[in-house]
């Protein structure tokens, strides 16, 4: 078994399984090609395996060589994260936080409370990445971000939690319809007029499918839609109501001409949260940033 495979080899095979070629990833590479050869031949010998065959389209990876690649292609995606990290202090950044979020998440404050936060530090770097929940979890889990921000409905154990903001599950009507001068509705009132959903197999879709169960119903939407946008303008069009976050919904255009009725239930008022790896160490520029956004959460 190979004790130690530098960065500069797995480079190499990486471009070998992407070219299909000993010489186009040589050229690649700016080396010769013989040098690329005796580098996988080495690592062929070391794990008593062949990691190419080569086939009527060019090389391909062998079973063995599909686990290098994967771990290759990883190994090297940390290590240009690390460079580019490193690089920034040279630039004057005392700091970088990866932030991972959910779309609900990201279309209401999340956006406004991190440019805050960086007026606040401007020598601090945050990037961020749209992910559905199971995928924030994950990536805070695993450390490809030290921040996850999404709604609690998610299986949060292993972390460590705060909260964040909350947000109003709605019925959107336009101004004319019966129900827009209802100041609260049920949801066993409204189901069977809910045309427009949003996100299928997504959480807040599983959640009203979950509560047309309890009341023995299905839900039946004439039109479903991808995001929040989509639905007010298809709510706006006529098309019949829908089951929205007034928080995100309100910020669209279309959404002037429509009216949003609460529904009266404990589970419409949706809580989000701040997650980080629990037991882990974060950086002072972490803490910071969790700190700022329950504080931007509770008004403190």
């Known amino acids: 078994m190979a004790r130690y495979i530098d960065v500069v080899t797995l480079k190499l095979f990486v471009a070998v399984c992407e070219e299909g070629n000993i010489a186009r990833a040589a050229d690649r590479e700016a080396i010769v090609a013989s040098a690329v050869s005796r580098r996988i031949a080495a690592i062929e010998d070391d794990i008593g395996a062949p990691l190419l065959v080569r086939g009527r389209r060019g090389i391909k990876p062998t079973a063995a060589g599909e686990t290098l690649l994967r771990q290759a292609r990883e190994v090297i995606r940390v290590m240009d994260r690390m460079n580019s990290e490193l690089s920034d202090f ?141 639905a007010v303008r298809f709510v706006a069009a006529g098309m019949g109501p829908a089951v929205l976050p007034r928080e995100a919904a309100e910020g669209h255009a279309k959404a002037r001409s429509l009216v949003f009725v609460p529904l009266a239930h404990e589970w419409a008022r949706r809580q989000f949260v701040i997650v980080t790896r629990e037991g882990n160490s974060p950086t002072a520029t972490t803490k910071l940033l969790v700190q700022h956004l329950r504080a931007q959460a509770t008004g403190s």
């Open 90 to 230: 040279a630039s004057g950044v005392q700091g970088h936080v990866r932030v991972v979020a959910t779309p609900a998440v990201l279309a209401e404050d999340l956006a406004d409370d991190i440019g805050a936060f960086l007026e606040k530090c401007p020598q601090v770097r945050v990037s961020t990445d749209e992910r559905v929940s199971a995928e924030v979890v994950r990536a805070v889990r695993e450390g490809a971000a030290e921040v996850g921000v999404l709604w609690d409905a998610s299986d949060l154990s292993g972390l460590s939690v705060e909260p964040y903001r909350h947000d109003h599950l709605c019925v959107a009507v336009r101004s004319e319809h019966p129900l827009a001068g209802r100041s609260s509705l049920r949801f066993d009132e409204v189901f069977g007029q809910i045309a427009v959903g949003v996100a299928p197999g997504g959480m807040m879709d599983v959640l009203l499918r979950r509560e047309a169960a309890r009341i023995s119903a299905t839900l039946a939407h004439r039109v479903q839609v991808s995001g929040i946008d989509a």
